[in-house]
């Protein structure tokens, strides 16, 4: 003998209603989610953009615990001036973070369980002033769980290392995996095939030219000055400077207004000090270059003579002084040596 549930019509009527209406917030969540990867996929950065109306639908409309999260960066246009904010800068390292989960998770569910958003101050001070948000930079974190006041703020710390330190704070609040941040190339695409097609054309006419004897390599005035660069980095202690990071000065100890730029003592030497004694060494060697090569083509003996004796002069002065800074720096004398036959 078959059995028969008997229900009341106000009891089958609510049972009605509880499924249909189970069944249409199951549905809004699915065709939210849904609306999100449309709006992911159109954007070209993996952004979506929101306002106070898609706010309202996304997160304070839908029954908590919704199926994704939402990581919000907000903006402000009129601020985008202010250097010290660096809202550029985080706005470009936050595409790079939602276009690496994207790229990263591409075929894996996670893909539809976070979403990176943003809102404009001027399109939507009310989920600004929803959000509590006072100042900028500003990055939120709306949980499945959690409503507008009750979400996770990135602190100032976790933009220190730009991407990556938002990439930890993802996966951190939220337990997905963002994986590799994949940066932009310095040079696009096309870029490098401009500026492969440029170095073609000028190693074209650098090989015609050089073959015909026209380039700098073929200027000895070139030669000249690099050789001249050559001695005066090679005397003036350049390279020691480079590898002990020596400063030019320093301050004096007993009048910090003034500067040292001679030290006493040789355990140490300044900038100032070897750019000095290269500059002396350099201002030699030219003289006696031009003695040797340029002098001796001036027809008139006289001009000779006396350009002869004025280098000489000099010459004689620069190595003093140059002796007179090794003997003040390193308290050891260097006197000229006398054959023993001229002593009186």
Known sequence: MASH?????????????????????????EDRTTELLSLQSRSTSGIIHLNDQSIARYIT???????????????????????????TELHKEFSIVASSFITNNANHSSLTKLFFCEI??????????????????????VSPNHGLKDS???DQGDCSRLAESMAE?????TKLSVGTIHRPPLLSRNKIILIAVGFLIWLYYFVKKLLTGETLLHDPRVWLAGSVFVYFFSVSGAMHNIIRKMPMFLLDRNDPSKLVFFYQGSGMQLGAEGFT????????????????????KVKSVKVQ???M????????????????LDNWKTGYGIHGYWPSNWNF
């Open 5 to 29: 549930l008997n229900l009341s019509p106000f009891a089958f009527l609510t049972l009605t209603t509880i499924i249909f209406s189970l069944c249409s917030t199951t549905d809004s969540t």
């Open 61 to 87: 409309s839908v029954n908590t615990p919704r199926p994704y999260s939402l990581l919000i960066f907000f903006d402000a246009a009129q601020l985008r001036d202010k250097s010290e904010l660096r809202l």
């Open 120 to 141: 404009e101050f001027k399109e939507s001070q009310l989920s600004f002033s929803q959000f509590g948000v006072n100042s900028l930079p500003h990055i939120r974190l």
């Open 152 to 154: 996770e703020h990135m």
């Open 169 to 173: 704070f993802v996966e951190a609040k």
């Open 277 to 296: 004694v290269g500059f002396l060494y350099t201002l030699v060697g030219l003289l006696l270059a031009f003695m040797s090569h340029g002098l001796v």
């Open 305 to 307: 003579r006396v350009v």
């Open 309 to 324: 004796i004025f280098a000489l002069l000099v010459c004689f002065l620069a190595v003093k002084q140059v002796v007179f």
